[in-house]
């Protein structure tokens, strides 16, 4: 990604000019922007010294680099108003192995998951044009009790749950994909193998 001057309309597919890579997997209504916090930049350096110079914002592929927050002060389901868009929170990003090569760190995928720096992503509710540096307002938080840093603890360190899972998969709006991996757990006993999705070896 590269840093765009002047307005940019954001709709329910994403940002205007803006285009995904993997289309199977990166995009769509419920991922239309990615954002992630300024301040997780300043933390890579000092863990990965040697890429520092890759670690700068849109780095991780992001639609927006937003300061003040982190994933300890969004939850799901937040509507935040940037610019003339209404957005809200639908999930968290579950980091790909695309990461290990865009960084040359084999293990970037697994690094960014373990941290919880992962950002997230936005689904457009009203279509509207937005200007860096732009102020972004809370209108709406109807599920406090689901802080992103909880998902992520139940998605990776607590991944067994199954009073959390069953919670989570009654939220509504929770995206079909979250949905169909909280099912399974709850249904198999068991956890999705990470494998395919952190640690492929050719791009």
């Avoid at 090569?101 to 995928?109: C, E, H, K, N, S």
């Avoid at 198999?188 to 492929?200: F, I, M, Q």
Wanted: charged share 25%.
């Amino acid at each position: 990604k590269h840093i765009v001057s002047g307005p940019v309309i954001a709709d329910t597919l994403g940002l205007a000019g803006d285009a995904q890579g993997d289309t199977l997997r990166h995009g769509g209504r419920d991922k239309a922007v990615h954002a992630y916090p300024a301040s997780h930049y300043a933390l890579w350096r000092q863990d990965l010294p040697q890429i520092a110079a890759r670690l700068r914002p849109g780095g991780f592929g992001e639609n927006l680099v937003v300061a003040g927050v982190t994933e300890q002060d969004i939850c799901l389901g937040d509507r935040w108003r940037i610019g003339g868009a209404l957005m809200e929170v639908s999930q968290s990003r579950q980091p790909c192995w695309k990461l290990n090569f865009r960084f040359g760190v084999t293990d970037m995928a697994r690094r960014v998951q373990t941290s919880g720096r992962t950002g997230w992503y936005f689904r457009v509710l009203e279509r509207g044009s937005m200007e860096a540096p732009a102020t972004a307002t809370l209108v709406l938080r109807a599920q406090p009790e689901w802080p992103l840093t909880r998902v992520a603890r139940l998605l990776y360190r607590d991944v067994l749950d199954l009073e959390a899972l069953a919670a989570l998969a009654d939220l509504p709006r929770l995206p079909d994909s979250w949905l169909r991996l909280v099912r399974r757990r709850i249904e198999t006993g068991s956890v999705e193998d990470w494998t395919p999705r952190l640690d492929a070896t050719s791009p």
